[in-house]
């Protein structure tokens, strides 16, 4: 890429280029990755931007730059996002009217977190650490999960008598082949260890030692990702997603209808010479349209 990836960074958000074509995105706020409205706003942000303005992602890492933390979910001294002030023109006998002003904030964050499945490129999430609450949601909705085996998890919004809102109860059951195991966990707050969420199939895999490990790993795995047509890779991340919400017979008539554009690429031709030649492939650089 031809841009600065550091320009993407902000107050608590590192970004680098580890790698052509892949981005390295590092959660740090210290001292424990407390998200606050302003930080999960960011967050968001960031992900806009990179579809927007950084030419030929190709894929993403996510991980902490914090030794013992990925994250340890909301900050609770945020009175903005947990005690948000009232509006003086509320009813305070009304709960309904009440309920209807909080849908907005609610979907808002929720848009925010889940912003990394509507991306054209996937993002692996690196975990290590503790992995709280909001971690759920942020990882669940990537498209490849590695955990160091210092990792432990918790669905952990039960424990402030809240169900889970910003999409681990949507995403997890359907991305684990235990939701027995999941129903537990999310029942009770129970934290569970990188073993636990790999037997569960939350996680791929479980990599020795810790946050310099799992990085490492998950960068590995970007890197043959970015290797491939972004074309291919991008049209097999919205295909795979379309056939978990519909029927296989809805996604075979949608993915006829894609590759009948998407087989008329240079990219297939260039990938069988390469492959003849045993050579390493030369894609062209692509936007890909932020919502495909």
Request: a neutral charge.
């Amino acid at each position: 890429m031809s841009f600065a990836a550091s320009s993407l960074s902000s107050q608590w958000i590192k970004v680098s280029e580890p790698i052509p074509h892949v981005l390295h995105v590092q959660l740090s706020r210290n001292p424990v990755n407390a998200f606050s409205v302003r930080y999960w706003r960011a967050y968001g942000e960031l992900f806009q931007r990179i579809m927007e303005e950084a030419p030929d992602v190709r894929a993403v890492v996510l991980s902490s730059a914090l030794d013992k933390f990925f994250t340890a979910g909301l900050d609770l001294k945020d009175a903005e996002g947990i005690a948000r002030p009232k509006d003086p023109k509320d009813d305070d006998t009304d709960g309904a009217r009440k309920a209807l002003g909080a849908i907005p904030f609610i979907k808002e964050f929720q848009s925010a977190i889940n912003i990394v499945e509507r991306a054209p490129f996937p993002v692996i999430a690196a975990i290590h650490g503790i992995a709280l609450g909001l971690a759920m949601d942020m990882t669940s909705c990537c498209d490849v999960r590695y955990a160091a085996e210092d990792a432990s998890f918790s669905i952990k919004e039960v424990d402030i008598g809240i169900a889970a809102d910003i999409g681990s109860l949507s995403y997890v059951p359907k991305v684990v082949g235990n939701i027995s195991l999941a129903r537990e966990y999310a029942y009770t707050g129970q934290r569970f260890s990188a073993r636990d969420a790999e037997k569960m199939g939350y996680v791929s895999r479980v990599v020795p030692g810790s946050r310099d490990e799992v990085v490492s790993a998950a960068l590995q795995l970007a890197k043959a990702i970015a290797e491939k047509s972004p074309l291919a890779v991008a049209g097999t991340k919205k295909l795979i997603t379309h056939g978990r919400d519909h029927t296989v017979e809805q996604s075979l008539d949608y993915t006829a209808v894609w590759n009948s554009a998407m087989l008329q690429t240079r990219d297939t031709g260039e990938a069988v010479a390469a492959t003849l030649n045993k050579r390493t492939p030369n894609f062209r650089s692509v936007k890909v349209p932020s919502r495909l």
